[in-house]
């Protein structure tokens, strides 16, 4: 799998998680909105069913009053009369009641003052009755029942209760219909949200088998790699140290068969120079000194004009010869020393480190001392190396400290260690020039060097401590800056072993 198509894969799963999060939200979100809402809707049809049956109540509480009313004043049974009291003192409770539930609409608490002005009415004649009965005054009595049934009382009752009862039936259809469309919404959102729920699970599911699918195929071809990864490895790894081998060779050949040429033309410039005293003597013969005597040093030839400033250019072009001839001698010489290292079969043994180093520093304690460094050694951590490696790799690390320090500035080098991971890491600091960022690492290839070329050197001393150190297995790094000292970091296995060793490159 690619790093595109994982990337994908992450994206699409972030989708999936954030999709099905947001539904839940909104199916949990819109589940409790609806179901408030339909209880609120369902409290409101209650409430109306309540209102109606008050009024019922109120209405049949006063047919009680007048029908036990009329039989009192026919019969005088005073089972009449307190059934009488009864419902007339029922009466006004009910009012009351269905005063306060209706008080919500403003239409029906004008009814309700008209209801209950024709019920205070009504009970008034009521009470006028039942004196009259007292009083043995029947006749009265029945003439004010006329009366009241003349004034449409009892009519004006039973009409406002009517308007009032249609008004909450028209109330109780609305709430009934707001309370079933409440709970339609509510069945469509659960329903809707655990089909979407559905959906993302099956998608899910689908994503899961491909990565699975995916996962074993990548594990089957993992196991086959595998079975011929350690041959391949071997294969490789033979055929780069062929190759290095062949590189070696051909850096010892080419650096050998440099020597023969480079042989001839320092003999012929040593004849040259032999040719060039001689040719200047006679020279000399020619102006005063005799031909026929001994010989004569050209510095000891007076010369003049034109004959003195060709014997200066002839010995500069002679000085010039034999500079870059040493310079060519000693990197061919370099180059030799390098192809012999590389084809050196190490030998590991246990070295106590601290005490290898101080042998180091001491065999460069003149060096220390004119240049005015104090060289700290800090504690080791003892490994298993190639002592001759590990001896080039510190001289040329603590030589150069030594050799770039900065002038007139009283120097400093510390060299301390430690263990990590089956690694002893060694440091190797100084307080001198420093070097430049872009040079770090400009400074580990071959016949390279940076900043300002005023010491000896070909370009070759950090290359081949490179070399060595991969060849021990580990690695090597700097940090510098300019002006503020440099630290060279060398990492190498506690316990080297030949299949430690990493590949030159």
């Known amino acids: 799998m690619t790093a595109g198509e994982r990337r994908r894969r992450a994206v699409w799963q972030i989708l999936l998680f954030a999709a099905g999060l947001l539904v839940l939200t909104v199916i949990s979100a819109g589940s409790v909105y609806l179901v408030n809402k339909a209880r609120q809707d369902s409290k409101w049809v209650v409430h109306t069913l309540e209102v109606e049956n008050q009024i019922n109540a109120l209405l049949l509480e006063i047919r009680r009053a007048e029908s036990s009313a009329r039989g009192f004043l026919l019969t005088q049974g005073t089972d009449f009369k307190a059934d009488h009291d009864k419902a007339v003192a029922a009466i006004i409770p009910a009012l009351d009641r269905a005063t306060r539930l209706i008080g919500d609409n403003p239409a029906q608490r004008d009814n309700i003052e008209k209801l209950s002005a024709a019920i205070e009415i009504r009970l008034g004649q009521f009470a006028q009755e039942m004196d009259f009965v007292r009083q043995g005054q029947p006749d009265k009595a029945a003439a004010l029942v006329r009366e009241a049934a003349s004034a449409n009382t009892t009519a004006v009752i039973s009409t406002v209760a009517g308007a009032m009862i249609q008004e909450e039936e028209r109330l109780f259809r609305l709430r009934s219909e707001n309370a079933d469309h409440s709970q339609t919404l509510a069945a469509s959102m659960t329903g809707i949200g655990s089909g979407l729920v559905v959906v993302l699970a099956l998608i899910s599911i689908w994503l899961v088998r491909r990565s699975t699918r995916a996962r074993d195929e990548a594990e089957t071809r993992l196991r086959d790699s595998n079975l011929n990864l350690e041959t391949t490895i071997d294969e490789r790894t033979a055929d780069l140290r062929e190759a290095n081998d062949e590189i070696q060779r051909f850096a010892y050949i080419v650096s050998h068969d440099l020597r023969s040429p480079l042989v001839n033309i320092m003999g012929f410039t040593s004849e040259l120079e032999e040719l060039g005293k001689d040719i200047f003597r006679r020279i ?51 180059i030799l020393n390098l192809t012999r290292e590389g084809r050196r079969e190490f030998q590991p043994e246990k070295i106590q480190t601290r005490d290898f180093i101080e042998a180091i520093v001491s065999s460069l304690a003149h060096q220390a001392a004119e240049a005015q460094a104090e060289i700290h050694i800090e504690p080791l951590p003892e490994i298993v190396s190639d002592r001759l490696a590990l001896e080039q790799i510190f001289s040329n690390l603590i030589d150069n400290a030594i050799k770039y320090l900065k002038s007139g500035v009283p120097g400093e080098i510390r060299i301390r260690g430690r263990t990590k991971l089956g690694y002893a890491i060694f440091e190797i600091s100084d307080n001198g020039r420093g070097i430049d960022a872009r040079d770090h690492q400009r400074i580990f290839d071959l016949f390279r060097r940076a900043g300002t070329q005023d010491k000896p050197g070909q370009g070759i001393g950090l290359a081949h401590v490179r070399a060595l150190v991969r060849r021990l297995g580990g690695t090597m790094s700097v940090s510098s800056e300019l002006n503020a000292g440099s630290t060279f970091t060398i990492t190498l296995p506690i316990a080297w072993k030949v299949s430690n060793r990493k590949p030159d490159k």
């Open 284 to 334: 000399g013969g020619l102006t005063g000194v005799p031909a026929g005597g001994p010989p004569v040093d050209v510095a000891d030839i007076a010369l003049d004009g034109p004959d003195k400033q060709l014997s200066e250019d002839f010995s500069e072009a002679l000085g010039f010869i034999k500079s870059s001839i040493g310079r060519m001698d000693r990197l061919i010489s370099a």
